[in-house]
């Protein structure tokens, strides 16, 4: 069975010589991002560039006139949804829309995991946009992009896997292979992408229950807390303990509280995994 650091350094080598690709962005988001950044672009534009990707624009659409976002009048083109919504918010909406195309599995074997890594993941976002309303210095869309994006790591480690057959046979293993070099992946990914500072952390320090940057929480602790959560009720173990996790006091959330309790969270979540999943 190969060891960790084996693994890892086989990984980065096959990344530099192209035997494995880091995964992308797909090309219209990339496209959204960057155009957002520049002072005359017009909603037009935007709309133009959203529209080359017709199920993008559905889902968009979708969103749009989801309970989350609805006005009193529907959104029914693109280019109103972008002149309804702003700019940064359509932004935010595309890239975290077009994730989803990232957690496609090229076979059967994989397939079934990314499916389950893909859920959670949206779960995940959904609680990270819940807790971040109440954080005003926080981005609630950027909060659900962070849960999205929080183990965007173990793609290439569980593709790169199907080449130890042996670690593949040994699930115990490789989950334990996955948790560990995740974070190291992911920030590699996010780097990549050129994504800001505050979401390549995010990649770092998600599993990090100690992490504690200051005074005010960021999306690191946002997902954290929105990581536990998220927890299988068989894999919660003793909630008292997370009061010595310093997420839950900067976010404002009693480590005993179950969000899912509290009146319109619940509905929140669902919204949101509605359009993703």
Known sequence: MIGKAA??????????????????????????????????????????MVATDAALSARLLQVANSPLY?????????????????????RSLVVSL?????????????DVRLRSMWEQSVEIAAISRVLSQNLRHLDKEQAMLAGLIHNIGSLPIL??????????????ELDKLVAELTPAIGTQ???????????????????NLSYDSGPQADYVDVVIV??????????????????????FLKV????????????????????VQAFFL
């Open 7 to 48: 693994f890892f350094e086989s990984l980065q080598t096959a990344i530099k010589e192209n035997k494995i690709t880091l995964p992308t962005l797909p090309e219209v988001a990339l496209k959204v991002r960057d155009a957002v950044e520049q002072e005359n672009v017009t909603a037009h534009q935007i709309a133009d």
């Open 70 to 90: 609805r006005g009193r009048v529907p959104i029914e083109s693109i280019q109103m949804a972008v002149t309804r919504l702003g700019y940064k918010l359509v």
């Open 98 to 110: 077009a994730m989803k195309q990232i957690f496609q599995a090229t076979n059967d074997t994989l």
């Open 159 to 172: 593709t790169w896997a199907e080449s130890y057959p042996e670690l593949m046979e040994d699930e115990a």
């Open 189 to 207: 990914i996010l780097e990549f992408w050129g994504f800001p500072e505050s979401l390549v952390k995010v990649a770092a320090e998600a599993q």
């Open 226 to 247: 929105a990581r536990l959560q998220a927890l299988p009720a068989d894999k919660v173990g003793d909630m008292a303990s997370w009061i010595n996790v310093p997420a």
């Open 252 to 271: 404002g959330l009693d480590p005993e509280v179950e969000m899912i309790e509290i009146e319109g969270v619940a509905e929140d979540i669902e919204s």
